[in-house]
């Protein structure tokens, strides 16, 4: 019933900057929070950013400065703008988005199918 989309991810090289984007559609009456996610091989999964529908945002420590998400709740959209980057950011990057389906529904975490960020000279 919703999908979300990302687009973005690649290889780049440190220093590097790579922006992710991620749409979401379907089955969508509102949309509060929507964020990104990432999960390096052996880690488990942790939140890098998020954003609320009137757009204030957090950051994981580590990319305080580096990283900055945006939205647009026009398109349903999400971006990760991602600049200075390190080898430890190298990790599948995930969007996520809480959604209300109907006026009268609960609100539901959706996720995307992922996109690989490798940092690497």
């Known amino acids: 019933q919703v999908q979300l989309v990302e687009s973005g991810g690649g290889l780049v090289q440190p220093g590097g900057s790579l922006r992710l984007s991620c749409a979401a559609s379907g089955s969508i009456f509102s949309i509060n929070v929507m964020g990104w996610y990432r999960q390096a091989p052996g880690k488990q999964r942790e939140k890098v950013a998020a954003?609320?529908?009137?757009?204030?945002?957090n950051y994981e420590d580590s990319v305080k400065g580096r990283f900055t998400i945006s939205r647009d709740n026009g398109y349903n959209t999400v971006h990760l703008q991602m600049n200075n980057l390190k080898p430890e950011d190298t990790a599948v990057y995930y969007c996520n988005a809480r959604i209300r389906n109907h006026p009268l529904g609960y609100e539901y975490d959706y996720w995307g199918q992922g996109t690989q960020v490798t940092v690497s000279s």
């Open positions: 954003i609320t529908r009137g757009g204030n945002t």
